[in-house]
């Protein structure tokens, strides 16, 4: 599975208008492509940031959809968006969620790691951490994402609400601590956004 991400800052002012376009467009636009699996569309409205992420079932159906649909990405942020960072990571590892829409929680967690250590790092999160967060009270659900050329990474734990999102931050950080010093992974950042779209399709065949 292949994830392509969006990360985008601007005036908290002109924030909203972006999201209700991409909430009202994005859905529709991506699940017409073929290998498309699922979408995520996240919001820090004090701060005036949006990040989104679309899943694609291979690479090929993730560079089609980008080749057909980046040009109506950028003019749906083009009124809010500063600042453009567009990626494409593999999903290492994941569990995908059961619910969650608005009013629900978002935890990203950005790092670096020896690309060398890109299996071993995938093995540790899937073995230890991934359960940790599937423990935790209003865990909905989470990836681990890399870009293994680059020793890139993150992790992403959606939960059932915002008190669910702020009871966990001790835990996972207990959770996070325990991994990074397994995997010999730096932390770069942890951010926390509301939900504000979820959509999931199961595979086909």
Known sequence: MFVRTGYFTGDPARL????????????????????????????????GIITMGSWWESAQAERDSDAKLGGR?????????GTVAVDVWEAAAFAPPREGGPGAGFRLVRAEFDPAAADRLVGIFREQALPALERMDGFV????????????????????????LAASRGPQAEARAKVTAAAGVTVRSVEEFEVVVLDRRPPQG
């Open 16 to 47: 909203g208008r972006a999201l209700d376009g991409l909430s009202a467009e994005a859905v529709g636009l991506l699940s017409a492509e073929p290998g498309y699996r699922g979408f995520g569309l996240f919001a820090n409205r004090e701060l």
């Open 141 to 164: 659900g989470g990836a681990l994402l890399i870009q293994r050329d680059r020793g890139r990474g993150s992790v992403g734990a959606i939960f059932s609400d915002r008190a669910a």
């Open 73 to 81: 990405r950028a003019e749906l942020v083009a009124p809010f968006a």
